[in-house]
């Protein structure tokens, strides 16, 4: 269970925090999907649980303990990639296997296989989607229980998405607690649990899938509910 209690966010330039989360859990198990228009705190929320970023106050706890001490049982699995680019996958193997205690390697190496990634060809030789989908690898093969993933369908094409999807799915055991950031709600939306949607960085919304679903509703409709979104906002613009 991760939980998050008055957490606040602050960068020096900022009079007013740019994220401020009152009270929020997610059991383990959970897939969530982190939601909400550019700027609402996203990207800085998942910085916050990994101990990165200017965080002013709170406490933020992994199954009782602070998230902290325990760093190495959560792969971060971000846009920018956390490898040093002069090494190779087969190095930067070496290099997780230190950190992660249940880092498998052989997990590693089938997916690189699977996603076509060569083990010797240094990593900064790679195309901007291939890096993603090394650190997608990294990620998974680091043998965490809590996920927490930055955009992982950026810069990644169509079939690319799909078998990211495929690879998820299929290397979930159900433990695993899962967050991921994307504005591609309807590739997430049969995947995850819960939303939760961030404005201005508030949880503006905190709503199981099934329960939207039984509304009627789609997760678009939430979204669009929850960001006070303004279909016609465009059209004054050059009237
Ligand atoms: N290094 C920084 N210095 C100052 N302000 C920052 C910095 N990084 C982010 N911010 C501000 O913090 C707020 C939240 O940014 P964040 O990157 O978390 O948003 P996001 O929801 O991930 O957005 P996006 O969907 O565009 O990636 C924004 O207003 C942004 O301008």
């Given at each position: 269970m991760l939980e998050l209690q008055y957490v606040e966010s602050k960068f020096a330039v900022n009079e007013t925090p740019v994220l401020y989360v009152d009270n929020l859990t997610i059991k383990s198990?959970?897939?969530?999907?982190?939601?909400?228009?550019n700027g609402s705190g996203k990207t800085t929320l998942l910085k916050a649980i990994m101990g990165l970023g200017d965080i002013r106050h709170g406490e933020i706890k992994l199954n009782g303990r602070p998230v902290s001490?325990?760093?190495?049982?959560?792969?971060?699995?971000t846009e920018e990639g956390?490898?040093?680019?002069?090494?190779?996958?087969e190095r930067y193997a070496r290099f997780l296997a230190e950190f992660y205690p249940s880092f498998s390697y052989e997990r590693y190496v089938?997916?690189?296989?699977?996603?076509?990634?060569e083990l010797d060809k240094p990593i900064k030789s790679m195309s901007k989607g291939q890096k993603s989908k090394l650190e997608i690898c990294a990620g998974f093969a680091k043998g965490a229980k809590t996920l927490l993933m930055d955009e992982p369908?950026?810069?990644?094409?169509?079939?690319?998405?799909q078998d990211f999807l495929k690879?998820?799915?299929?290397?979930?055991?159900?433990?695993?607690?899962l967050i991921i950031t994307t504005h591609l709600i309807d590739e997430i939306e049969n995947v995850i649990d819960r939303a939760i949607i961030l404005k201005q960085g508030r949880v503006a919304a905190d709503r199981y899938i099934d329960d939207i679903r039984q509304e009627g509703?789609?997760?678009?409709?939430?979204?669009?509910?929850?960001?006070?979104?303004?279909?016609?906002?465009?059209?004054?613009?050059?009237?």
């Open positions: 198990g959970e897939i969530v999907g982190l939601l909400g228009a001490e325990q760093f190495e049982s959560i792969a971060f699995i956390s490898f040093p680019p002069r090494m190779t996958p089938r997916m690189l296989q699977w996603y076509d990634l369908f950026q810069g990644k094409d169509l079939f690319a998405r690879l998820m799915v299929s290397s979930l055991t159900g433990e695993e607690t509703k789609s997760l678009s409709d939430l979204m669009a509910e929850a960001a006070g979104y303004k279909e016609k906002r465009s059209h004054s613009l050059f009237d």
